[in-house]
């Protein structure tokens, strides 16, 4: 069975800092995988999304990922972050097939002025 | 704009009462989805539907009922068998291939 891990439920960063998000997954094969990002009260809005090909992934917003797979790592990062990335994210992983997505727990973010 | 509509926003139901989230898509997209997320546990798949007239459990379909009779629509019914109802339900499509899931706003559901 798939999994998804993100290790950190509450990260604080000040603004114009670097952000570094983790998530390790589980899977036996070449998983599809997803970063996610939902304000309160909100549904969830894609960041980005690896399927094959070159691991570092560019997304909205000023976001990337890079796919490392002897890690079994997804990590999302952002070079400088804005107040207005405070939010709750979401690592996924999948088989591309259209059975679903598995969720990590999510990562809360805070933002420091 | 294409989308998917998921209403009411909000819900309050009594104990014992059965309760139907509305979920319409536009997209054009087979499969849907519908997950509850809890704070702090993330989203957990109840139940999908590859395509019309068919659907299958996922993981915490206990206690909760999906049709799909129409591409567009995908209801959820939260039957009284539900032992803890309350949590935010998400509705998802997929656009197809991939497993990249749109999702709509979602429906809070509270019991009284």
């Known amino acids: 069975a798939q999994s998804v891990t993100q290790p950190d439920i509450h990260i604080t960063v000040s603004e114009g800092a670097s952000l570094e998000l983790r998530c390790n997954y589980s899977?036996?094969?070449?998983?599809?995988l997803f970063w996610y990002v939902q304000s309160p009260g909100q549904g969830l809005q894609l960041l980005l999304k690896y399927f094959s090909g070159d691991t570092l992934v560019q997304g909205i917003k000023g976001f990337e990922a890079e796919f490392k797979r002897s890690q079994s790592s997804f990590n999302l990062r952002k070079p400088s972050v804005h107040w207005s990335d405070a939010a709750e994210y979401f690592c996924a992983v999948g088989d591309g097939g259209a059975d679903g997505l598995t969720f990590g727990k999510g990562t809360h973010l805070i933002i420091q002025p | 704009d294409g989308g998917i509509t998921q209403s009411p926003k909000y819900l309050f139901r009594k104990e014992g009462q059965n309760v139907t989230l509305s979920c319409e898509q536009n997209?054009?997209?087979?499969?849907m989805y519908w997950y509850r997320q809890d704070p702090g546990q993330g989203l957990r798949l109840i139940y999908y539907?590859?395509?019309?007239?068919?659907?299958q459990k996922g993981d915490i379909a206990e206690g909760y009922s999906v049709s799909r009779e129409k591409k567009e629509s995908f209801p959820l019914t939260v039957t009284s068998a539900q032992k803890n109802p309350t949590a935010f339900y998400l509705c998802?499509?997929?656009?197809?291939?991939?497993?990249?899931?749109?999702f709509g706003e979602g429906s809070r559901l509270t019991v009284l």
């Open positions: 998802a499509s997929d656009r197809g291939g991939t497993g990249e899931l749109f």
């Open positions: 539907s590859q395509i019309v007239n068919d659907f």
């Open positions: 899977y036996g094969a070449t998983p599809y």
């Open positions: 997209l054009n997209h087979d499969a």
